[in-house]
């Protein structure tokens, strides 16, 4: 009889005949009047519902305008062989899952099965097939739902205020961590794109939302999204974001650590990015970094600014002039950065995996890391984070560095193993420090924290430290580079639409 109700239902005809089988055992009837309040919405639930017959109405409570009132309103009607309530029993903590609507039964009652949760999930645990099923099912439900979505929002973007087709192909695009800036600088240049007689219109969408797990589905319905240093791309993510329909990450920076490119290979997601956008405006900031630190600058202007013009050692800086400065990580950015140097009249001591004929040639000569450390008062990180490179500077390196040393890392704070430069500072190992990023910049860097107490004591350490210079990641934020990161994020766009793919696609990583 119960299974009989699962083969007649559209919800469970996907299900194999053993999964109905051991479903059907769990399912126990219940007869309603018409009215029955099947469940409250806000009280706990463990179980969920399969109609046989009548219908059930979900109702949520709005206050009314005017009044002190909640006034119930009907969010939808689950007729035969539907289900509600099912997604709460897949909760982590089913015992704390609490209602989101009123269930009541309709005109002239219902007849419902009701299944309890704990058993379903005994069910599940018991045989790892049905879990695998519940997750195939739903899977194809949302992905044929997201279809039902895309369709709709291509039909609607396709046609212009007339009503005709504009015969171009559209691109969806939604751009994740969107700050003003990012928002004043893509809308006018995707506007100039698609007003320049292109085939091709992209339609750019902002949210400030940061991409995780959760805000994943916001993509539902777009064909690429485009990140930025702090968002996050992992297995999880890129597994979410396929199922919305994503075939595109384009990357508005250099950096890729924090996307799961085996993933998006798996799930055929091509990945771009701006492998250059300003090489000159990181290495200049980097070399502010280090004045900054040097000599002392926040705390001079400070103290000016609060007419105190006196000097005392505390403002003590050295001149570059004829001092070593090590730079690890010769690639474009650490290039720049050497000929900056040689421009002081610094020794220039360089390490990388691969030598650069340019550094030798500007007087740079290459040594090991160890030699950087023991020879060097500036040591400039310019490598990319990778699993080689992360904690570059640890508490193993803290012994071997030159007394006093001025560390500047503008690349990715993960190079630092942060407590140890805080030890390093604290046990004057270190002299200085300029910092552009941070290892767990990702919870605020970008948003202001200036009303809310910082709870991250690493950074509290770092910044009531008066011999460290922070800024947060800031070191591409010149005009020249921000225009470079706009054009060429259409750019790789554009080449995507075009059906380029793999090495052939400009830019990408995979
Ligand atoms: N703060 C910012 O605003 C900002 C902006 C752009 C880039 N960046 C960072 O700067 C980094 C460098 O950028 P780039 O354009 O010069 O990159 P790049 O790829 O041109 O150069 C990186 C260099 O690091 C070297 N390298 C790789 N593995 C190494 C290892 N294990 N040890 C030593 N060297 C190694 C490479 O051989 C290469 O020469 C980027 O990875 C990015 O993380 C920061």
Redesign the pocket.
């Known amino acids: 009889m119960a299974k009989a109700v699962l083969e007649k239902s559209q919800y469970w005809a996907n299900y194999s005949g053993a999964f109905q089988d051991d479903l059907a055992k769990l399912m126990v009837p219940c007869d309603s009047p018409e009215g029955h309040i099947f469940i409250n919405e806000g009280d706990r639930i463990n179980s969920f519902l399969i109609v046989e017959s009548g219908t059930l109405y979900r109702t949520k409570r709005q206050s009314e305008e005017g009044t002190e009132a909640d006034v119930p309103f009907q969010i939808d009607v689950v007729g035969p062989g539907s289900v509600t309530g099912f997604l709460h029993v897949a909760g982590a903590s089913p015992h704390e899952e609490v209602a989101f609507a009123t269930i009541v039964a309709g005109t002239g009652g219902a007849r419902v099965w009701e299944v309890s949760g704990d058993d379903f999930r005994k069910m599940c645990e018991s045989n790892s097939m049905h879990s695998l099923e519940v997750v195939k099912v739903l899977s194809n439900r949302l992905r044929s739902t997201t279809k039902i979505v895309r369709s709709i929002v291509d039909k609607y973007h396709d046609e212009d205020e007339n009503g005709s087709s504009t015969k171009k192909s559209l691109i969806k695009v939604l751009c994740y961590d969107t700050t003003s800036w990012v928002k004043e600088t893509f809308e006018p240049q995707v506007k100039a794109f698609n007003e320049s007689g292109k085939d091709l219109m992209v339609k750019m969408d902002f949210t400030n939302d940061r991409l995780n797990a959760h805000t994943a589905r916001f993509a539902v319905g777009y064909d690429a999204i485009c990140l930025f240093?702090n968002d996050t791309a992992d297995a999880g993510t890129i597994t979410v974001l396929s199922m919305c329909g994503v075939k595109l990450i384009a990357m508005r920076?250099?950096?890729f650590?924090r996307v799961d490119i085996k993933t998006a290979k798996t799930f055929g997601i091509s990945i771009v990015r701006v492998?250059?956008?300003s090489?000159y405006?990181?290495a200049e900031?980097a070399i502010a970094l280090l004045m900054s630190v040097n000599r002392r600058i926040p705390a001079a202007s400070t103290r000016v600014k609060m007419a105190d013009f006196t000097l005392d050692s505390s403002l003590l800086g050295m001149d570059i002039h004829g001092k070593t400065v090590g730079v690890?990580?010769?690639?474009?950015?650490?290039?720049i950065l050497c000929r900056i140097i040689t421009g002081f009249g610094a020794n220039l001591l360089a390490?990388?995996?691969?030598e650069?004929d340019a550094v030798k040639n500007m007087g740079g000569k290459y040594v090991t890391q160890e030699e950087i450390y023991k020879n060097c008062d500036v040591i400039f990180l310019?490598?990319?984070?990778?699993p080689?490179?992360k904690h570059?500077i640890n508490t193993s390196v803290l012994p071997l560095l030159k007394k006093g040393v001025i560390l500047i890392n503008?690349?990715?704070g993960g190079l630092i193993d942060t407590s140890a430069l805080v030890t390093g500072l604290q046990s004057d190992i270190i002299g200085g420090c300029g910092l552009?990023?941070y290892e767990n910049e990702g919870d605020y860097f970008f948003q202001d924290w200036s009303g809310k107490a910082i709870i991250d004591s690493t950074l509290t350490a770092l910044l009531g430290n008066n011999r460290v210079v922070m800024t947060a990641?800031?070191?591409?934020?010149t005009r020249e580079a921000i225009d470079k990161i706009v054009s060429t994020t259409i750019e790789n766009i554009d080449n995507f639409s075009t059906g380029l793919r793999g090495k052939d696609l400009p830019n990408s990583i995979c």
């Open positions: 240093v920076c250099a950096g650590d492998p250059a956008y090489p405006a990181v900031h690890m990580g010769t690639g474009q950015i650490g290039q390490y990388d995996v691969f650069s310019m490598m990319p984070l990778l080689a490179t570059t503008t690349s990715r552009d990023v990641h800031q070191a591409f934020f």
